[in-house]
């Protein structure tokens, strides 16, 4: 049963283990520790014991992005080798593989006035505005390395989600979902005006600019991940109407509902191929220590709250929200896995190609809101039946340059497969780093 608006405001809502390729190095490790567990205990996995809120301060450690030098790249398992697909670009945040094997890539970022030079300098190495523009790649011989690249769509606000159906390809701004008659065969669109066929509301807290999207399984609905406008509705929950949420249409872009809520900001989505489910990957709010709240993925199941802003991990109640709780609250459902506090996990993606292990790999982003780094990696965790079945893993690492000095030379967001090899978007160097499994 889908959730309508009639009912969302009846109820108050208105609104590790490693691979083969060795032990976690200096730049890598992570220090706090929860005061009842360990770090992983407290942060990752399907069951955690986590720590108390306020146990630790809210401090905010930014990083400073230094990019890549000549030579230099992230480090993956043995067995995979690790080059550039494309460098150069400006703020490659999300990226689409079409069935035919183009690259689109969405570059935007977000785009805060009168921010800190410490937030600047942990948002990308150039100052400039990103362009607000898809560009699309193709890769002729399947080295990882693209072949040229031209832009596709320009002029857009903060676009993000992309997706082609039915001879459509539909561009997710940050205001609204935008389609254009597509040629298939040609790759080219029919025309460059489109159509705004649903309104997103727009603005809000950090970096929730982000609009996904994602077909499911037969076709016939797009689902759209929305994030919330606040950190924890700090803001007044009239301003949440439609956010923190997972909304689903129709192609035309009729019939709008919302598949779920209280989803704080899910940002990856993925059709996890074994059971045909929706998941999604979800960060977390800010301010209640180090070690609180993990960011999770998590199956979506239709018509079903995940606790923002009143609850966190299933039914623990958010401390700010103690004393103006709403009444008759739906029960809040724990989310299928943890990610670690703060790693703020963007991209997701099922691996779908032979050369890779079976499972979900997510493109954590890295902290701020922490005393310590915590993510810049690509992390995996492994399936099986089409459930998480073990502990996570690191995947693609060396993002983090030199945490004494706070330097890292990029920060991974989303992750896709082509037909070949995985593409990791490194949005703040820049660079999109393909993963290619070497021939025995």
């Known amino acids: 049963m889908k959730i309508n608006f009639t009912l969302t405001l009846a109820s108050g809502l ?54 890549w030098k000549e030579g230099e790249a992230p480090v993956a398992p043995a067995g995979y080798k690790v080059v550039r697909f494309a460098e150069g670009l400006n703020s ?112 809000g807290y950090n970096n929730h600019w982000t609009r996904n999207i994602i077909s499911n399984q037969t076709g016939d609905k797009i689902l759209i991940s929305i994030g919330s406008g606040s950190d924890v509705g700090e803001n007044g929950m009239e301003n949440e109407v439609r956010r923190a949420a997972i909304l689903e249409v129709n192609p035309d872009g009729s ?16 059709i996890e191929p074994h059971t045909g489910h929706l998941w999604t990957a979800v960060n977390e709010r800010d301010k209640l220590g180090d070690q609180l709240v993990p960011d999770y993925i998590t199956s979506v199941q239709e018509g079903k709250f995940y606790g923002w802003p009143y609850y966190y991990w299933g039914m623990n109640q958010e401390p700010r929200w103690k004393d103006s709780m709403p009444d008759n609250l739906p029960n809040s459902l724990k989310p299928d896995f943890a990610l670690g506090a703060h790693t703020a996990s963007l991209g997701l993606s099922f691996n779908k190609i032979d050369g890779f292990k079976t499972g979900a790999y997510i493109g954590q982003h890295g902290s701020w809101n922490r005393s310590e780094f915590e993510g810049y990696k690509v992390a995996f965790v492994p399936f099986r039946d089409g459930k998480p079945a073990g502990k996570i893993e690191n995947f693609l690492t060396g993002f983090i340059a030199d945490k004494d000095k706070k330097e890292v030379h990029g920060r991974p967001a989303a992750v896709v497969f082509t037909k070949n090899y995985m593409l990791v978007a490194d949005d703040a160097a820049n660079v999109i780093w393909a993963v290619i499994p070497e021939s025995e």
């Not at 609104?15 to 942060?43: D, I």
């Not at 006035?113 to 898809?134: G, K, T």
């Not at 019939?255 to 993925?270: K, L, S, T, Y």
């Open 255 to 270: 019939a709008e509902q919302i598949f779920a809520h209280g989803i704080r900001n899910p940002v990856g989505m993925d």
């Open 14 to 67: 208105l609104p590790l283990v490693m691979f083969s390729c060795g032990s976690m190095n200096k730049n890598e490790a992570s220090s706090g520790q929860s005061t009842t567990a360990s770090r992983e205990e407290a942060e990752y996995g399907k069951t955690v014991d986590l720590q108390e809120p306020f146990a630790t301060p809210s401090i905010n450690k930014y990083a400073v992005i230094v990019g």
């Open 92 to 203: 490659p945040r999300n990226i689409y593989v079409a069935a035919d094997g183009r690259v689109f890539v969405a570059q935007s970022r977000t785009e805060e006035r009168d921010q800190s030079d410490d937030y600047l300098n942990a948002r990308n190495i150039y100052r400039s505005a990103s362009p607000d523009e898809i560009l699309v790649f193709q890769d002729n011989d399947a080295d990882g390395r693209a072949d040229g690249k031209k832009v596709f769509l320009s002029g857009l606000k903060q676009p993000y989600g992309m997706l082609i159906l039915n001879e459509q390809f539909y561009v997710a701004n940050t205001d609204g979902l935008v389609r254009y008659g597509y040629d298939s065969k040609s790759g080219e669109l029919k025309a460059t005006a489109g159509e705004k066929i649903v309104q997103f509301p727009a603005g």
